[in-house]
């Protein structure tokens, strides 16, 4: 499989990585076992984050790849705190707190470093030029390889984007959410990789009922549909296929990252790194044809 270079970073990925996040109940044997098979099928790639699951997330991942750690990219996040009593969390972006959060990740997380550590979220009222010491100072203390982000807020990516050295931005992008493109330019110009969620469109276009998404109206969703059978039917390639192709056909797209919960999807994935189907521009645009495209309304500035 052709690894990719993620942005400016020294990270090779595999075009596919793994969400932790549909993965429930912590170290688990069956999840456990899909962890541990998505590497033996080449897929380096592992995205979690100290929110989900309390922390277990991390714990799952740990354990599962630590008798393989210098063969993967792990890649966390950090921003997020639970409230004691466990009822919902509370955005803690400072210097302060991503200095001691990442001390439980790296326990967790059984590593003395994470390769990709992203603020998760964040607002451009945060203290930012704060938020990048300590992501800085991670880089020097070699807890962390590299830093991005986890954002879909436009202003928030500019602001890292040209204040910072993040060397990723993981955002939903898809063949229905295309917002992300606004600021793809931008990212290509600073050498910042995309890692996208959502590719498979919580499944609307793969094996869902058709329903409104974000802005579009179920009808909308449904013509859509239509253009990705038809392209499946042509090209003989599954839907989920088809969706996956399109988003790492964008240049701007170094991963997809795919939540499993199941060994059928983990065939599946398994499936499409062995093929490496892609689309050319004039079948993206075929996708395209007639979808009305979503832009962002808010935090533009």
Request: without cysteine; charged residues 25%; hydrophobic residues 40%.
């Amino acid at each position: 499989m052709q690894l990719t270079k993620l942005g400016k970073s020294n990270l090779q990925v595999s075009p596919i990585g793994i969400g932790g996040m549909s993965l429930k109940g912590g170290a688990t044997a069956r999840n456990t076992h899909l962890i541990q098979q998505a590497v033996e099928l080449g897929i380096n790639y592992f995205d979690t984050a100290d929110l989900y699951e309390r922390g277990m997330n991390e714990e799952l991942l740990g354990q599962a790849l630590r008798g393989r750690r210098k063969d993967v990219v792990l890649a966390s996040k950090v921003g997020n705190q639970w409230r004691p009593d466990g009822s919902t969390w509370d955005w803690k972006a400072s210097k302060a707190y991503i200095l001691k959060a990442v001390e439980a990740s790296l326990s967790r997380l059984h590593t003395e470093y994470i390769d990709l550590y992203q603020l998760h979220g964040g607002l451009i009222e945060d203290p930012i030029d704060e938020i990048i010491e300590a992501f800085e100072q991670l880089v020097k203390e070699g807890k962390i390889r590299y830093y991005g982000i986890s954002s879909i807020r436009p202003n928030v990516i500019h602001a890292y984007a040209t204040r910072s050295n993040i060397v990723s931005v993981m955002m939903q992008y898809n063949l229905l959410d295309r917002r992300p493109e606004y600021v793809f330019p931008l990212l290509a110009e600073k050498d910042i990789a995309v890692v996208s969620r959502g590719a498979l469109t919580q499944g609307l276009l793969v094996d869902k009922p058709i329903d409104s998404y974000l802005q579009l109206t179920s009808g909308e969703v449904g013509h859509a549909n239509r253009h990705v059978e038809k392209l499946a039917e042509a090209t003989g390639m599954s839907k989920s296929h088809v969706l996956l192709a399109y988003v790492l056909a964008n240049p701007a797209v170094s991963v997809a990252a795919v939540g499993v919960r199941t060994a059928a999807q983990l065939d599946d994935l398994s499936s499409f790194l062995r093929e490496q189907p892609r689309l050319s521009a004039a079948a993206s645009a075929e996708l395209e044809r007639g979808l009305r495209r979503l832009v962002y309304t808010d935090h533009l500035s």
